[in-house]
């Protein structure tokens, strides 16, 4: 079965510092990847997706992730924050014909 | 243009109790998806249409959970006898393409109702 690991509930971080969201995943078979972010009392949205080709995908808000096959990992990046990006962010697994499998996501806080 | 939009925004009922929920996708959207997201978790699959017809039920958690979707557009997720358990936020989602094996397209959240037994 698939399973994603968000190694970090929280993450407190100063406006305008870079921040790295941490994500793991487990699957026997190639897969997609995704992150969303959840701001408070809002719906999930997009940040961005990883489906194939280039390994470093670019997002909205700045924000981007690599994929690295070998140790199975999609980390989120972006090199610096503003209090706008205080919200949950979810990693995602889509394995192709089963559905996505989100991990338990990490809150981000950006301290002025 | 429109959104996913899912009614109630929130929800409050006694256990026991029966409630229905509703999701309107993105207008053309062919599949529809349904999550369950508990307090400190990331959303929780359900079921998942491709049309009218229910493509993966596999993560309805008992058969007091049910959903329709009779005309491949609106759908309802039906809830029988809640329990204290069942207090979540449930998430729709649609998704142009049906997630089929080796395709995957972008989902569209709505954002949520909030469901609370008593």
């Known amino acids: 079965a698939q399973s994603v690991t968000q190694l970090d509930s929280q993450v407190p971080v100063f406006e305008e510092a870079p921040v790295e969201l941490r994500c793991n995943y487990s699957?026997?078979?190639?897969?997609?990847l995704f992150w969303y972010v959840q701001y408070p009392n809002q719906g999930l949205q997009l940040l961005l997706k990883?489906?194939?080709?280039?390994?470093l995908v670019k997002g909205i808000n700045g924000f981007e992730a690599e994929f690295n096959k070998s140790q199975t990992s999609f980390h989120l990046r972006k090199p610096s924050v503003h209090i706008s990006d205080t919200a949950e962010y979810f990693c995602a697994v889509h394995p192709g014909n089963t559905p996505l499998v989100f991990g338990k996501g990490t809150r981000l806080s950006v301290i002025a | 243009g429109a959104g996913v939009s899912q009614t109630p925004s929130n929800k409050v009922t006694e256990k026991g109790k029966y409630v229905e929920l509703r999701c309107d996708p993105i207008s053309g959207h062919t599949a529809l998806y349904w999550y369950r997201q508990s307090l400190g978790q990331g959303p929780e699959f359900l079921i998942y249409?491709?049309?009218?017809?229910?493509?993966?039920d596999s993560g309805l958690p008992n058969d007091r959970f049910f959903a329709v979707r009779p005309e491949g557009s609106v759908s309802t997720l039906k809830i029988q006898r809640t329990e204290r358990g069942d207090s979540a936020v449930y998430l729709c989602?649609?998704?142009?393409?049906?997630?089929?094996?080796?395709?995957?397209?972008?989902?569209?959240f709505g954002p949520g109702t909030r469901l609370t037994v008593l």
């Open positions: 989602a649609s998704s142009y393409l049906p997630g089929l094996a080796g395709v995957s397209d972008t989902q569209y």
């Open positions: 699957s026997s078979v190639s897969v997609y």
């Open positions: 249409f491709q049309g009218t017809g229910a493509a993966d």
């Open positions: 990883y489906l194939s080709g280039s390994t």
